[in-house]
C-alpha cells in the first residue's frame, strides 16, 4: 500500500528556513518522479517543484525558483524540500505527491498524495 | 502566468448531473496535453479523479467521467450524491511557462 507522510511544517519569521520531508513506502521509490504541490489557507492548489526519479534534474515554480531546493534521498526513500527565505505568502499546506507520468513529456500527474504539512510564516 | 479556468461553484441536487468545466489556451489543453482531475475532500489531500481527459483510476465509481475538446475538458458526475460535496480541480501542463504544471482555480461542489 503506497504511502506518503509529510513532516517538518510549523511557524517560522519571514527570511528564516525550514525543511520539509516527505517519507514513502509501499512501492519502488526509485522508479518515480515526485512533485510538491502547496496549498494557500482557502485557495487553490499551486505547483512547487519536481525532482526526476533519478534526481537528475529538477524544477520551479517562479514564486519559489532560487529560494526553494527539492531533493530525495533514495536510501531512505524520502523526498525533501527546504524552503530558504521564507515569505509570508509562502505560508501554505505543502503536499509532496508521486507522478506516474513524465515532466519531460507534459505527462506529469499525481496518483498518490501525502497528508500535508502546514508552513506559516509570520512574525 | 495564470492557470486553467474554472467556476468557482457548481451545486445540484441529489440524482442530479452536474458538469464543470476547464478551460485552457493553445499552449495547454488546445496544444493536446492531457487533462487530469483531483477531488479535494473538506480536510484531506487531492485525490485522483481522472487521469489522460476521460480514464478513471480503479476504485473511482463510473458516475465519474471526463471529456475533453479543443481547449477545454470538463468533468460530469451522474447521480450527485451528498458525498461528493467537495472541491474539483483540473491540472495539465503548458508548453510555455516556466510552472508548466498547472491547476484550475477550483470548483466547490454543493449538494443541495
Known amino acids: 500500500q503506497v504511502h506518503l507522510v509529510e513532516s517538518g511544517g510549523g511557524v517560522v519569521q519571514p527570511g528564516r528556513s525550514l525543511r520539509l520531508s516527505c517519507a514513502a513506502s509501499g512501492f519502488n521509490f526509485r522508479t518515480h518522479g515526485f512533485h510538491w504541490v502547496r496549498q494557500a489557507p482557502g485557495k487553490g492548489l499551486e505547483w512547487v517543484a519536481v525532482?526526476?526519479?533519478?534526481?537528475?534534474?529538477?524544477y520551479y515554480g517562479d514564486s519559489v525558483k532560487g529560494r526553494f531546493t527539492i531533493s530525495r534521498d533514495d536510501s531512505k526513500n524520502t523526498l525533501y524540500l527546504v524552503l530558504d527565505s521564507l515569505r509570508v505568502e509562502d505560508t501554505a499546506v505543502y503536499y509532496c505527491?508521486?507522478?506516474?507520468?513524465?515532466?519531460?513529456?507534459?505527462?506529469?500527474?499525481?496518483?498518490?498524495w501525502g497528508q500535508g504539512t502546514l508552513v506559516t510564516v509570520s512574525s | 502566468q495564470s492557470g486553467l479556468a474554472q467556476p468557482p461553484s457548481v451545486s445540484g441536487a441529489p440524482g442530479q448531473r452536474v458538469t464543470i468545466s476547464c478551460t485552457g489556451s493553445?499552449?495547454?489543453?488546445?496544444?493536446?496535453?492531457?487533462v487530469y482531475w483531483y477531488q479535494q475532500l473538506p480536510g484531506a489531500a487531492p485525490k485522483l479523479l481522472i487521469y489522460?481527459?476521460?480514464n478513471r483510476p480503479s476504485g473511482v465509481p463510473d458516475r465519474f467521467s471526463g471529456s475533453k475538446s479543443g481547449a477545454s475538458a470538463s468533468l460530469a458526475i451522474t447521480g450527485l450524491q451528498a458525498e461528493d460535496e467537495a472541491d474539483y480541480y483540473c491540472q495539465s501542463y503548458h508548453s510555455s511557462f516556466n510552472s508548466h504544471v498547472i491547476f484550475g482555480g477550483g470548483t466547490k461542489l454543493t449538494v443541495l
Open positions: 493553445s499552449s495547454d489543453i488546445g496544444a493536446g496535453y492531457n
Open positions: 525532482i526526476w526519479h533519478d534526481g537528475s534534474q529538477n
Open positions: 505527491a508521486r507522478d506516474l507520468g513524465s515532466y519531460d513529456l507534459g505527462t506529469s500527474y499525481f496518483d498518490y
Open positions: 489522460n481527459n476521460n
